[in-house]
């Protein structure tokens, strides 16, 4: 049984981090000026990345020691408290040049906004503060076998003044590079909650068995939680988000921003591939920039794209509004924006990078170019919440005046 001294090294707020503390954001403006940054840096080695299976430690290291981490966190304990908005734009940023370093930040935070929205002041002021000086959460939160209606089939349960769990998660986006891994369950009541174990502890292990064929280094693996024990502290009451807040919106608004990025990146790569392929080509060999087809059909996307990336500030817009004044009508019209744009991301993300091939031509198929990594990446990481629930969502709150649900798929 844990005795209280080794309790106080879950979450002790005399602790001090033991690295330098991060970068604190003070704007919206700031935020996207940051990611900017980063995301000159990441776009250069990241084809090389995804080809070795290279994962992004130093990467990550530097986005969240930049303070782009916590560029939610609320004015009240120091953060910027940025726009959702803004949320969806650094993602994109992120994912045009790499979207697994994008994914990984994801879960995060869905984290901080837990912790706002259902912490207590104690817990608010120390997670909060850990984020602000850089940490980072990963997850834990889908059970080997899928999700269940109440969200997992792991039970937290009240055990000697804290938490036991025992459970094998998958899909653990963020785990292996985190300083804390939140990983759902339910409570004695059946409702959703959450708990907060520091990376390191007795009982959990991360395993690097994720194999997908894209988004290769999210390392979206497996944690296994062994009879863990964790304080009071570290649990949160995540059902009450779900139902006064609109937490499927803001875990979304993410996954938006990700496809809308990788779209960008492809297009940009078409782009660069053409003008590349047509200086370097004999003047015997068309010029692909003088194809009309080619010309025409990359202005299509572009448009698309431009659609999407305006639906996805749309629903930004719509989540901000949603915080402002929380009632059932603007959770729903804050779930069914980002529904609208997901849909829209979704398509021209698998779009861009399928069409990355047909006007670049075969040369663009070999593999010193890793070019195949758009398509990869966006096939796999638009699997998140299918685009055929999407138009469901859509049309029956439109014609039947059905408000989605709160939890799971909209």
């Known amino acids: 049984m844990p005795t209280q001294t080794s309790n106080a090294a879950f979450a002790d707020p005399a602790a001090p981090r ?24 990441f776009a250069a080695d990241a084809a090389r990345r995804d080809r070795d299976r290279s994962l992004p430690h130093e990467e990550l290291d530097a986005a969240s020691n ?32 790499d979207p697994s370093i994008a994914q990984i930040q ?6 901080v906004f837990w912790l706002w929205k259902t912490g207590t002041e104690q817990q608010r002021a120390f997670f909060l503060g850990e984020i602000l000086r850089g940490a980072r959460f990963g997850n834990a939160n889908v059970d080997v076998g899928g999700r269940r209606p109440a969200g997992s089939a792991m039970t937290i349960a009240a055990d000697d003044g804290g938490f036991r769990l025992s459970g094998r998660k998958i899909y653990s986006t963020g785990a292996l590079f985190a300083d804390y891994v939140s990983t759902i369950g339910q ?6 909650v959450v708990a907060i174990v520091p990376t390191g502890h007795p009982g959990m292990k991360i395993v690097d068995d994720w194999e997908s064929f894209g988004q290769k280094t999210t390392a979206s693996g497996t944690v296994i939680f062994d009879n863990v024990w964790v304080p009071a502290l570290n649990v949160l009451p995540i059902y009450r988000s779900y139902e006064e807040w609109p937490q499927n919106a803001i875990s979304q608004i993410s996954h938006v921003g990700i496809d809308a990025g990788i779209a960008r990146g492809a297009i940009d790569a078409t782009v660069a591939f053409i003008r590349q392929r047509d200086a370097d080509s004999a003047q015997s060999t068309a010029a692909l920039g003088a194809d009309p087809y080619v010309i025409y059909q990359l202005g299509e996307l572009k448009t698309r794209l431009h659609a999407a990336e305006a639906m996805m500030d749309r629903a930004g817009h719509a989540i901000d509004g949603c915080l402002a004044a929380p009632s059932e009508d603007t959770i729903a019209e804050a779930s069914i924006a980002v529904a609208e744009a997901k849909a829209l991301t979704t398509e021209i ?15 663009s198929t070999h593999p010193s170019f890793n070019l195949d990594r758009y398509w990869r990446n966006a096939r796999v990481h638009t699997l998140h919440d299918a685009a055929r629930w999407k138009y469901a969502a859509v049309g029956n709150f439109y014609l039947n005046g059905e408000r989605p649900p709160t939890s799971g798929q909209t």
Do not use: C
């Open 187 to 192: 409570d004695a009541q059946g409702r959703r």
């Open 66 to 97: 930049a303070g782009l981490w916590a560029m939610t966190v609320p004015e009240a304990y120091g953060g910027a408290q940025v726009s959702y908005v803004t949320v969806g734009r650094v993602f994109a940023i992120l994912a045009a040049a």
């Open 18 to 41: 033991s690295s330098k503390p991060a970068h604190v954001i003070k704007s919206d403006a700031e935020a996207i000026a940051t990611a900017q940054h980063l995301a000159s840096r």
């Open 349 to 363: 993300a698998i779009e861009a990078s399928n069409k990355l091939f047909e006007l670049a031509g075969t040369r």
């Open 106 to 111: 994801q879960n995060h935070n869905s984290a």
